[in-house]
């Protein structure tokens, strides 16, 4: 059997807080394979966020031990995390935290350039065109839609070409429609060019298409 | 309404003054430089008022050139109250081969009339300088002591004099009402100096007439009878209330010059001031939206945060006061001790309610457009967090209050000023330099913008991602240009005057300018004087022209003091001028209008006049000029205008007459010498030798002096624009610290995106780098644009960029921004990027 891409061993997640430590996640054991379509729900607090922060060595663990993409994270630092990451994961948030200062291209180009992709401006510009955003290459995140925004995301998650795209809550701050528009493409992006889905989210609907369903309840997984 | 605003504002303000740092710190900066500056202009204008007569040296003075009073006029000095008579000349002090250019003061017993002279040892003056077997004592200062190695008791030579050194002068009263010093202090009996032949007629000296008159004498009735009773005496009037019209001049006016710098310290600080009230008002966000909801008009709330701000700033402009007074105090007795004048270091209250007033206006007029979209901003928008508490289109009403304010701070600054058409001048430089950097900046960062998208920028990744940071809107680009950009630029101005006029100083001497000026050679003197010059080796050309002294007294008519003159040529009439005669034009000098007389022309005396004084006096060629020679006036008519260089620093004159004008009257020569600088010593002490009476000045020497003085002027200046630097320091520190939550969020989404901390660091490191070097290099330019015109327009002279001065300021503002970027860069390179992700999902 091939190694799974993220393998998850007994990992817990306690952090501090002005009342004391609060423990977020308990003994989660995961496996994740290549290719894989995988909804992380559960209610509000249950840790759904704080697991894809794991996985994406964004957080590091308390306790038990965590591989993605090959590279065991226990001890990992700041910057082997950040070159795990580096054209092999593409996350995308809630609040699209795209950097404000920066056009659509521009923030498309980060991941490009920080790899060194050769033609980055091309790759960036088709990656946008992929989210139907060609026509507004040149704007800056305040000028366009929580929609559009989110698009902006998906193409620069997806524009280095990742195996493992996490997605944080992506339609949570989107209404219905437009919602809708962007899960098609996350999905319809993601099985294109072959990539591993990870997807948070509190919507049953959105979760069920994804292939496989963790629930988490009180920093567990529940079934 | 006031009540309920006041309570909000008060509930407001609970929450500290966290926002309010650089706010704080551009207020007390600029407030505190004013305060400062005002209190020592103050201080030394209320001390020479207080001290006038000292400084004088009596109630009133008259000065005659190079004659003394006449009998007529002497008796009605004394009918007037007590006097002492003073001379004043340049001589050379001699002991054996060492010599010394001094300023030589004869005074009679009755000197001083106010004040004391202190002395080495505490010996009377009468006792020190009283005669002992005929032989005058004297005393000199102590470098000049130090320079000869003179000895109490020691014979020393003065002109063709002896006399006997007694000691140091330590103190001198009069010492500020002397005016311009070519060299050290050293003082004798008029006596002494007439019977070593130093007052003949003929020779270059000044004498003075102080008056002691009964209290309660009205001084300006006594001048209007002198000038009735003397109307030709071509007596320069002086009196204790303007005891030294030179230094209160320059006091005054380069205090109202640092009091600019001040102010363009708290334009600087206004960006500041401006973006801590948008910061402060984009956190109250959610409160503001909560007034609104709850029924707080938006006059309302304007009111109760308009308050706050006020409060603020009452704090600050306190605390701004406080520290411009706090420093005088502190640092006043030290300057006192090195200030020429008397100076009363008290607290002053005029100069600190008008820096008060100062702060007060800047406050309300860069916190007024910030504020003023609380007025119109709608509680939807809030609710909705449309808006953000940007900067934006403030509307009409409010434009014309900002205007109105803008227009009463500059009416005040200029009213205010002991200089007002300096000020104003200097003023709309500020305003306009701060509108020129501002649009600089939006230029430069759309420049910088378009740069991003470049070919080179695409191959240069790291380089793109900053240039485009540096580019952005809201990136801060055109903030950083104005507050560093004019703090640097004033320190690029004057590092660039000062290189050049070191460099037209230091450069003029091999090329064009003589080694020696010598005066008070006697006509029988002068062949056997260029006889010395020529026997000795390394001597050159050597120039020399009659040389008499006279007070220009009317112009076509007209008494000088009544006539209407370009304020450029006002001092020609002040004091007495040099005046020559010949039969040629002198060389290097050019006809620009009228003839010159021919040879033995004898009809009524004409004049060649220096072009630019004549007309800036507004004299055209056939009107008259009278001049006071000796105390007799001659009028002439002016024959022609010639253009004169004075920077070759030949031998010329404002006033040149035709010789049958002066023929008879007593003068002597003025003489130019070019040398080798290893000929210098032996030509000293030939002249010194031989002809003793004859007074040599090293140009040398006098460019060094002025060098030094100019050094000084540049050190206080730079001082000032220091200030504006610091300000503009504090201005980027709060920017940058108000940036940080932005970087913060920026570098976790950079490490999501697989960036490595050092890439990040580069990235901050090189927007930090660039935006302070397009600051530096905008500075440079209009800096070194300034300088431009400062030596081409004022000093008529060519400009050179200095480039070590250059790349300092360019390097300067380099490393400031990328050393207060790369400590604000800290917190944001150390953060876990799941941290800030969480807080920004709320």
Known sequence: ?223 | MIAFAWKIALRELRGGLAGFRVFLACLILGVGGIAAVGSVTSAISEGMAAEGQTILGGDVELRFAYRPANEDELAWMNAQGDVSRIVSMRSMLSKGEERALAEVKGVDDAYPLYGEVAMSGGASLNDALAPVNDVPGLLVEPVLAARLGLEPGHEVRLGAGTFIYRGTIEAEPDRASAGFAMGPRVMTTVEGLDRAGMLTTGVIYRTGYRIRVPEGTDVAAMKTAFDAAFPEAGARWRDRANAAPGIARFVQRFGAFLILVGIAALAVGGVGIASAVQGYLTRKLPAIAALRTLGATGATVFLAYAMQIALIAGLGIIAGVALGAGLVALFGPLLSASLPVPADFTIHAEPLIKAAVFGAAAAALFTAWPLSWLRRVRPAELLRRETTGQVRWPGWPTVAVLVALAALFAVLVIFWSPAPWLVAICLGGIIGAVVVLRCLGWVTAWAVRRASTSGVAARLPTLRMALSAVGASGAGTPSTVVALGLGLGVLTAIGQIDANMQRMLNDQLPEGSPAFFFVDIQNEQLDPFRDKIASIDGTGDLGSAPMLRGILTHLDGVPAKEAEIDPAAAWVLRGDRGVSYATAPPAGSVLTEGTWWEAGYDGPPLVSFAEEEGRELGLAVGETITINILGRPITAEVANFRSVEWRSMGINFIMILSPNALAGAPHTHIATLHADEAAEGEILRTIGREMPNVTPVRVRDQITRVSDGLGKLGAATRWGALAVLLTGLAVLIGTAAAGEDRRRAEAAILKVLGASRGQILVNFALRSALSGLIAGLIALLWGGLAAWAVMTFVFDTTFTLEPLSAIAIVLGGTAATLIIGLFFARGPLGIHPAKVLRMAAG
């Open chain 1, 1 to 223: 059997m091939a190694e799974p891409l993220v393998k998850l061993e007994d990992v817990g997640l306690t952090l501090p807080s002005q009342a004391g430590d609060v423990e977020i996640l308990k003994n989660i054991s995961l496996d994740i394979g290549a290719g894989e379509q995988i909804a992380i729900v559960g209610p509000s607090g249950s840790g759904k966020s704080s697991l894809l922060m794991l996985l994406g060595g964004l957080e590091p663990a308390t306790n038990g031990a965590i591989s993605v993409l090959g590279q065991d994270l226990r001890n990992a630092d700041e910057d082997t995390l950040a070159r795990l990451r580096r054209g092999r994961m593409g996350v995308i948030f809630q609040s699209f935290q795209l950097i404000p200062t920066m056009t659509a291209l521009e923030n498309v180009l980060v991941p490009l350039e920080i790899t060194g992709a050769p033609d980055a401006k091309a790759a960036a510009t088709r990656a946008l065109e992929e989210v139907e955003l060609g026509h507004r290459i040149d704007h800056y995140p305040a000028q366009m839609s929580g929609g559009e925004q989110q698009r902006v995301a998906l193409a620069r998650a997806l524009a280095p070409g990742p195996v493992l795209l996490l997605a944080d809550e992506p339609t949570g701050n989107l209404d219905g429609e437009t919602g809708a528009h962007v899960t098609d493409l996350i999905f319809r992006l993601a099985e294109q060019h072959g990539t591993t889905l990870v997807l948070v989210t509190h919507s049953e609907a959105l979760a069920t298409r994804c292939a496989r369903q963790i629930r988490l309840s009180d920093g567990r997984i529940a079934a």
